[in-house]
């Protein structure tokens, strides 16, 4: 899901430009609660719709009255939930992990799923990825830059692959904007990419 606000001349806001605002005014989980409204909402109006991605904010999964108002309304939308992914950034999962494993265990019970964001960045990548169980982990675009040249980056991407693999997370790259990159990819067992060379 790509958020974006409308301003007063009907211009759109991405939300890279006005999430950071949000944070620092405490109003992360609102806005998180108004996006996640919209799409359940959606969901349950288009059953033909596929699986859906939506990034939620590090303040909202330490947020208890975040937590419980989003499983109730999982729990009242059980096949919206279903084809619910709930995608965090490695960093924010880092910061706290409790809050992050109550997350993903609650998403769980309520048959949503939980991913991991800009992913291969933090020193306890490998350790966040065995603890929290994840669908899948978005690789930080910024390894794609150095797949091409770098081979100890090739490797990481391999070796991420591979400790994946038994555990049933998959790696997705982002960021992926040339078609040379994508034998790469392929080779390291990347199950998909997103970027804008699609």
Known sequence: IMARLIDENGQRI??????PMAVRHGMAARIDRLILDRVIDRLARTPQAGEIAVN???TSVAS???LKW??????A??????????????SGSALDRDSVLRFAAMLRQAGARFALDNF???RESLQLMRALLPAYVKLSRAHNAALRADEASRFFVASLVRLGAPLE?????QGVE?????????????????????
Request: proline share 3%; net charge negative; no cysteine.
């Open 178 to 198: 040339n078609e040379d990159v994508l034998p790469i990819l392929s080779s390291a067992g990347v199950a998909g990419f997103q970027g804008y060379l699609v």
């Open 56 to 58: 939620v904010s590090a």
């Open 14 to 19: 991405a939300a890279a430009d006005f999430f």
């Open 120 to 122: 291969g960045l933090h």
């Open 70 to 75: 989003l499983k109730s309304r999982l729990l």
């Open 77 to 90: 939308a059980p096949a919206a939930a279903h084809r619910l992914v709930f995608e965090l950034s490695e």
């Open 64 to 66: 208890g009255d975040f």
């Open 169 to 173: 997370i998959r790696v997705i790259a």
